[in-house]
């Protein structure tokens, strides 16, 4: 296992906050400072800022700032998998252009329907849309590079490649640099560029009208499937939201809130629709439904799906405040504070921002603390104000992860931390415009393209995604051959499919996740696809157990009770089993009679049963082969089947003969017996 201090440290710290909750709530208005302004606040002010000389806050966007997730994610592939949307309806600009998106179109073509020769031509346009220089192409060359796809695996060129596009503006190869410069231990790299990529996600979430904040979601729980994660995300396909969808058109108001909810944010696996969700929430309000005011007020203000109007937009935040909707006062604030549809007051902002922390708003929190970060309408204090951020981005807030990845970046307040800025900047960055593949990747999944999404997958994982590097190596594990998985000449031999799961789990254990740990260990201690190796498996265990897998702990206790790859140590495999069971409850009848197995080792070290319990290692992969080669092999797993449906046709028969045979016994005996007393009765007439 690699020896890497500062990665270790950050992809710790990774885990740490990976535990913080993300709500599913809709987005507080919230305030976000510029650069410079954090540079001002290294010195606190005396007296409150003047209103008039401070530079503005970001706004919901205005037609001379705003961008498209196509301006802040150029070369995106939103083209190839939603043709019909608004932004991605105007042709081609250039030539270079249209060979690299004739290119892409052809790759998801080609994992689709496994067709080697149609890869080929693709990276071939790709390459050629490269060579003219063209940023997103050469970003897609160095993803092919890096994972050895019709290309020789070269992580020089990979880099060389992503480079360039990173200089030409190409936001994924910056992900996919930023994350290399990470595990590389070269976190000042890493850190400049996750904060450009993190400004830029930023400004997707409050300017961009295409920008859903969505969790991804993980195919698999352990080494199983997640089908109740998966379920929830069929979009208009579920159940759950087709009978939401018919109380709804019945009239229920709040049916019609919800899923005005789902439209306006993406949620559920729906795409998001700001016109749709506009419709219901206006219908809804008419039912009676007060929540929907708020969002009312947040789609005049921002101008989605309708002209932006600022007067309707306070109307709306108004009442639903009357409605003790207490986060309505952060539009409210908000508005104050910009001066939009009414006079700037950097007083009332304050008020209305207070009443919503005092009601436990996280935006009224994360509000107040732009307030006292820069001095408006306040004494500027940065310890109040990292407070409030805290407390935000604890509850999942990520325009606080932003502020406070900006202030341990530039010493503002705190000191000066560049592996803590790197972490929280990453966490933002992950929820760019980019990160819309994972929304393709799953739908492809949920219709059965799982070389589809295998492909988005994998060039997610390149970027640093956690969660896309494990649904990658897992849909390699189980699908196998149908994964689609093309390698350096054609699809993945086993060799190169096994390395490259192995790979992904790798890299998803670095970023704390338990299971892909545990796996490493089992592919290092079983030979699957690697060289069998014991110590490696004991480290890859060691750090499943450090994140509290009590499979992990259990294996380690079974390798002390064997001497591989650790001493043999009987007392201390003891001690793995006990904290086992001590992790996970479940795990007592496997502890149990692990514990049975020791108890035997340590006090009849040399009897026979010890030898068996010593054999039966061997003796289950050898079953388990004869099982896969001979039982479940096509023509013999016909003949099995036939056979046991026959003796199962023989033993019924035979069971109901036996009844039969029963049945008629017991009618002769009760004949017999009646014979006689009816002889007696007529003896006696």
């Not at 906050?17 to 410079?36: G, K, N, T």
Request: charged share 25%; net charge negative; aromatic share 12%.
């Amino acid at each position: 296992m690699r020896k890497r201090s500062i990665a270790c440290k950050f992809f710790f710290s990774l885990l740490i906050f990976s535990l913080f909750p993300h709500s599913l709530i809709a987005r507080q208005f919230v305030l976000l400072l510029p650069q410079d302004h954090i540079k001002e606040g290294l010195v606190s002010s005396e007296n409150p800022s003047d209103p008039e000389s401070d530079a503005e806050w970001d706004n919901f966007g205005e037609s001379d700032t705003y961008k498209s997730d196509e301006e802040l994610d150029p070369g995106s592939w939103r083209p190839i998998f939603e043709p019909d949307s608004d932004a991605t309806s105007a042709e081609p600009g250039s030539e270079s252009e249209a060979l690299y998106y004739s290119g892409i179109g052809k790759i998801m073509s080609a994992v689709s329907s496994g067709e080697v020769t149609m890869m080929q031509d693709a990276t071939g346009e790709v390459e050629a849309a490269a060579e003219t220089g063209y940023p997103a192409a050469q970003s897609v060359l160095g993803f092919l590079y890096g994972m050895g796809i019709m290309k020789e695996r070269s992580k020089a060129k990979a880099f060389l490649h992503h480079h360039f596009a990173a200089e030409g503006g190409n936001m994924q190869s910056k992900m996919a640099l930023a994350y290399a410069y990470t595990r590389q231990d070269m976190p000042e790299n890493a850190v400049k560029l996750y904060a450009e990529l993190a400004e830029a996600a930023v400004s997707s979430f409050l300017i961009s009208k295409e920008s859903p904040v969505i969790d991804q979601v993980r195919l698999h729980k352990g080494a199983e499937e997640n089908t109740e994660a998966l379920r929830k995300s069929r979009g208009e396909d579920d159940d759950d939201f087709q009978i939401l969808e018919y109380q709804a058109q019945r009239g229920n108001a709040a049916a019609m809130y919800k899923i005005g909810l789902f439209y306006y944010f993406g949620l559920r696996g729906l795409r998001r629709d700001h016109v749709k969700a506009l419709s219901w929430f206006l219908k809804s309000v008419e039912k009676g439904e007060a929540r929907s005011m708020e969002l009312l007020g947040e789609i005049y203000a921002r101008g989605a799906g309708v002209v932006r109007n600022y007067t309707k937009a306070m109307e709306w935040f108004t009442l639903a405040s009357k409605q003790q909707l207490y986060s309505a006062y952060n539009g409210m604030g908000y508005l104050y504070a910009k001066g939009y549809g009414v006079e700037k007051n950097y007083s009332k902002a304050k008020e209305y921002f207070q009443k919503a922390a005092e009601n436990e708003e996280l935006g009224g929190h994360y509000n107040l603390g732009v307030l006292f970060l820069k001095g408006m309408g306040v004494k500027r204090n940065m310890n109040i104000a990292y407070n409030y951020f805290i407390l935000a981005a604890n509850n999942g807030q990520p325009k606080a992860f932003y502020q406070l990845a900006r202030m341990f970046h530039n010493g503002v307040g705190q000191k000066k931390d560049i592996l803590v800025a790197t972490l929280l900047y990453k966490i933002v960055a992950e929820r760019g415009p980019w990160s819309s593949m994972s929304r393709w990747a799953l739908e492809s999944y949920l219709k059965g393209d799982v070389g589809k999404a295998f492909m988005l997958y994998s060039r997610m994982a390149e970027m640093g995604y956690e969660v896309a590097q494990s649904n990658a190596a897992w849909i390699l594990d189980k699908y196998g051959d149908r994964s689609m998985c093309m390698g350096e000449s054609g699809f993945c031999t086993d060799p190169e499919r096994h390395q490259r799961a192995h790979s992904l789990w790798w890299q998803a254990s670095e970023q704390g996740n338990e299971h892909a740990a545990l796996l490493i260990g089992d592919a290092y201690y079983y030979g699957r696809g690697i060289v069998r190796d014991y110590e490696r498996a004991a480290e890859a265990y060691m750090h499943a157990k450090s994140q509290g897998n009590a499979q992990a702990m259990f294996n380690l206790g079974y390798m002390h009770e064997r001497g591989e790859g650790l001493p043999l140590d009987l007392h201390l495999a003891k001690r793995y089993y006990d904290e086992a069971l001590e992790t996970d409850s479940t795990a007592k009848l496997p502890v149990t009679l692990a514990l049975t197995s020791l108890w035997m080792r340590m006090n009849y070290a040399d009897c026979f049963l010890v030898q068996i319990i010593d054999f039966l290692p061997e003796l289950f992969p050898k079953l388990e082969s004869w099982i896969d080669n001979v039982l479940l092999e096509e023509g013999n797993a016909t003949i099995l089947t036939l056979v046991a449906c026959l003796l199962a046709v023989l033993y019924f028969r035979e069971r109901q003969r036996r009844l039969f045979d029963g049945v008629v016994g017991e009618v002769v005996r009760e004949v017999d017996q009646q014979r006689p007393n009816g002889r007696r009765e007529q003896a006696h007439n």
